[in-house]
């Protein structure tokens, strides 16, 4: 069974709404968080959430990703042409 990946809104959380500049903060300060460097004792754990941090950037960060995602039409699988 596949697993479905979680909301890139909820994964920041931040809004539909948001605009560029407060996606980029809720990234910027989640990363700071959640990156393995910084957190020794949840390595594995961090890594992960980390991950999981970065794809939901990608897609919110990109204006046509952003939009095809809200439309229900994004297909993380197309990312490998970009």
Do not use: N
Not at 54 to 60: P, R
């Amino acid at each position: 069974m596949e697993k479905r990946k979680e909301d890139p809104y909820t994964v920041l959380g931040v809004q539909k709404s948001s605009s560029s500049s407060e996606i980029r903060s809720a990234y910027r300060k989640l990363a700071m968080k959640w990156h393995p460097d910084k957190q020794h004792s949840l390595e594995d754990q961090a890594k992960a959430k980390f991950q999981g941090i970065q794809e939901a950037y990608s897609v919110l960060s990109d204006d046509k990703k952003r939009v095809l995602y809200d439309s229900g039409l994004y297909d993380e699988g197309d990312d490998e042409v970009s």
